[in-house]
Every structure is written in structure tokens, then in C-alpha cells.
């Protein structure tokens, strides 16, 4: 949770922890299935991508499914027209 936070900080937000961690020394990160340690995210707006935190929250997961889905190791915005 990031607030008063809009999506374009929040995505940079997301980027700026996920790059940290993709070229953080981690010991063994060669092993990984990505030759390094990575992570996903999505990223949800209140109340722009839903209008409690119950389904803002929903939102942001789907947009982790979203990234998870499409080459892990990135950060992805909700998207109310591209629901799957």
C-alpha cells in the first residue's frame, strides 16, 4: 500500500524494488530458473481500480497474474478492458 500514491508512481515505485532485487548479490542467484533472483508485481489504484480494498487488492492480484502469466519478473498495471 503506497498512499497518495497514483498508478504512474506506484508502477515506478514497483519497477524501482523489482530492479533492486533482480541485480541484489544473492548467493546462488545463478541457480534460479532465471539465472537470478526476480520478482512480479501488480499494481492497483484506490478508487480509480476499485471503489473498496477489498477489490482494489482483487485488482492488483489480477495484474500480478498479468505478469506472472506473460515472463514473470516485471510490474504490471491493472487494466479494467483486458480482463481475462
Known amino acids: 500500500m503506497l498512499p497518495n500514491t497514483d498508478n504512474k508512481g506506484a508502477m515506478i515505485y514497483g519497477e524501482k524494488i523489482r530492479g533492486l532485487?533482480?541485480?541484489?548479490?544473492?548467493?546462488?542467484k545463478e541457480k534460479q530458473p532465471l539465472g537470478f533472483v526476480s520478482i512480479s508485481g501488480g499494481v492497483a489504484t484506490f478508487p480509480?481500480?476499485?471503489?473498496?480494498?477489498?477489490?482494489?487488492?482483487k485488482a492488483?492480484?489480477?495484474?500480478?497474474?498479468?505478469?506472472?502469466?506473460?515472463?514473470?519478473?516485471?510490474?504490471?498495471?491493472?487494466?479494467?478492458?483486458k480482463l481475462t
Open 60 to 81: 492488483a492480484d489480477s495484474a500480478l497474474y498479468k505478469s506472472k502469466g506473460s515472463g514473470k519478473n516485471k510490474v504490471t498495471k491493472f487494466d479494467h478492458f
Open 48 to 57: 480509480v481500480d476499485g471503489d473498496t480494498i477489498e477489490s482494489t487488492i
Open 21 to 28: 532485487i533482480e541485480s541484489a548479490p544473492f548467493r546462488h
